[in-house]
């Protein structure tokens, strides 16, 4: 890195990826001069710990920007929307978790791996994707910049902890519950917002946030568009179906794709995810070894296994990749993309 120190602000402190992104901001060990912890004005007053100094956590407004360099949001996109445009105006760089901006034509939608040359076309704020987008792109681009991708279908097994901290909660005591034998009334999944609950305890929803016109719900899209954008691939074919289990951390994706060549085998797939960066091949049927999201928690790779070819189609592979949302679908992403503006010179 370049060897300056940062002030640097985290606005959703103390969420659960805020909480994430302080953690992994120490373990990374960023050169950080000054760190501000902004919340809501529920959580102003908190305490938090950062490389043994305790802060307390402030309410976040545009004068809170005042100095800050770089400010990675995760309080949701009504918070983004309303302060990530007032931190720029006093000189931020803002790192944006929320789906706010991700599809504005102005503002890079970045993973590392993938597309970090994006950055330098910034005007004050990158978006960081959808944590199940981040985890599919970062596997398949080895293949596509290789062999060329003209297809995508994927289907999600998603973790709780993406619909928060309470929904986690929920699944834990309705499966207490289904066991003791009592009633459990949901409040919060499919969508808190939505009209009708169902149970996650020992059940699968088809359903990841609302139904759009066209019977692909919103998460759905957000996979479908942002891939395309993150790839430079308007023409790319793109379908997903996301599921929310009943797992705490850790989303699980089945995926086809069909590439640009067809003599490639299994092993040259594999030998190609082997060596790419930000992933873990674990592949080896024979040995059952393959990724599970209870193995993904607490860890930043993507894992990648279950590689077969289609039996049909001759350019059709499938594929089984895990990564934990909370780390490389959120938080990891965002301080890699704030460690790839300081390499790059572009954070002043």
Known sequence: MSGKNYHVAVVGATGAVGQQMIKTLEERDFPISTLTLLSSSRSAGKKVTFKGQELTVKEANPEAFEGVQLALFSAGGSVSKALAPEAVKHGAIVVDNTSAFRMDPEVPLVVPEVNEGDLNDHKGIIANPNCSTIQMVAALEPLKQTYGLSKIIVSTYQAVSGAGANA??????????????????????????????????????????????????????????????????AELHVAATCVRLPIETGHAESVYVEIGQEDVSVEDVKALLKNAPGVTLKDDPANQVYPMPVDAVGKSDVFVGRIRKDLNQKNGFHMWIVSDNLLKGAAWNSVQIAESLAALNILK
């Open 168 to 233: 986690v909660t929920e699944m834990k005591e309705q499966s207490q519950a289904v066991l003791n034998g009592e009633n459990y009334e949901p409040q919060i999944l499919p969508v808190k917002g939505d009209k009708k609950h169902y149970p996650i305890a020992f059940n699968a929803i088809p359903q990841i946030d609302v139904f759009e016109e066209n019977g692909f719900t919103y998460e759905e899209m957000k996979m479908i568009n942002e891939t395309k954008k993150i790839m430079h691939d």
